[in-house]
């Protein structure tokens, strides 16, 4: 029962990490805001057109906060995640319709303030989302589903420094939404494995794997015999001469 409730824990987290992105722009694209220029941009600057964003963002977080796992380590980890979680949701970022002296959130602080504030810890949640997938997660016994957290957590890493070359350098706006979708569902899709959703697929495919090698293993070894026929073959028609 309580390995149970902890499976559907990890999928629901890994399902909402996944819808986000689909979510907050579907709920955006209902907002008065949408005449704005760079509504859709970014998904945190959704949070002045929808719900969305704060809603499943915060039950993220509070899930990954009262979520315990079988090691402290990971108990820790995913705490300070889902802290960092609800501060992105308390903190919003800036948006181009509104001035930055506007006071947003839920301590009503101007957006010049906010802004550094969500930057900083969306950073540290993605980055501590990224180390759980890569050194927690994949301490399991199965290669496979190690394989994944690992290429999840590197993919997380990997946007996520895009991500921070984009603002910074690049400063194409589009690309925004794309850094963070694709951090987004590395960190679902991670959950998801976690919480043995893709089990019935990895059993067959591990099937498929193993029968492969075996036929493999088959036809190497009907070669290796033919090539040994035809050596004795080739020695009895050509004899030494003495």
């Not at 998904?43 to 499943?56: A, D, E, F, N």
Request: charge should be positive; hydrophobic fraction near 50%.
């Amino acid at each position: 029962m309580l390995k149970s409730s902890y499976l559907r824990i990890r999928n629901f987290l890994g399902l909402l990490g996944c819808l986000l992105p689909v979510l907050c722009v579907a709920g955006a694209a209902f907002s008065p805001n949408t005449a704005n220029k760079g509504w859709w941009y970014s998904i945190s600057v959704t949070y002045y057109s929808s719900p969305m964003l704060t809603g499943v963002l915060a039950a993220v977080g509070l899930f990954l906060i009262v979520y315990r796992s079988y090691e402290a380590v990971d108990t820790v980890i995913n705490t300070i995640a889902g802290f960092f979680a609800l501060c992105v949701v308390c903190f919003p970022c800036e948006c181009s319709w509104l001035p930055e002296t506007t006071r947003v959130g839920l301590f009503w602080l101007p957006i010049y303030i906010t802004k550094w504030v969500h930057y900083a810890t969306a950073f540290l949640l993605f980055l501590l989302l990224a180390i759980n997938s890569l050194w927690l997660f994949a301490k399991g016994k199965n290669p496979v589903k190690n394989k994944i957290y690992k290429i999840c957590g590197w993919t997380m890493i990997g946007a996520l420094l895009c991500f921070g070359l984009n603002m910074v350098w690049w400063k194409v706006e589009p690309m925004i939404i794309f850094w963070e979708t694709v951090m987004l569902l590395a960190f679902g899709f991670s959950w998801l494995v976690k919480g043995h959703c893709f089990d019935k697929w990895f059993g067959r495919l591990n099937k498929i794997r193993k029968q492969v090698v075996k036929n493999i293993e088959i036809q190497n070894e009907k070669e290796s015999e033919n090539s040994s026929e035809n050596q004795s073959e080739n020695s009895s028609e050509n004899p030494e001469e003495i």
